[in-house]
């Protein structure tokens, strides 16, 4: 009787052990997708930091475009009148009126 005792003894520390085994395998497990899942979310969140500023210095470059488009503009503008004034003030008339 001794020996049943101690095969079910012998047994039942099995099945401990087997369970304890079983319990740190599951939560190895849910720390590796833990793991795995905060990986994710850290890897999404540096493409969508690199996004924005990818955005941004798209954006950045647009803006000194147009200011470098609208300062050439003003530029040309600003010769053209000048030189409208010059033309202006070569045609004057240069004839001689009668002093009398």
Do not use: L
């Amino acid at each position: 009787m001794t020996e049943d005792r101690e095969d079910r003894d012998e047994r039942k520390d099995i099945k401990e052990r087997e369970n304890r085994k079983e319990i740190e395998d599951r939560e190895e497990i849910r720390t590796e997708m833990t793991e795995d899942r905060e990986d994710r979310e850290e890897r999404k969140d540096i493409k969508e930091r690199e996004n924005r500023k990818e955005i941004e210095d798209r954006e950045e470059r647009k803006d000194i475009k147009e200011r470098e488009n609208r300062k050439d503009r003003e530029d040309r503008e600003d010769r053209e009148e000048r030189k409208e004034e010059k033309e202006d003030s070569s045609a004057v008339d240069h004839t001689e009126t009668p002093r009398g």
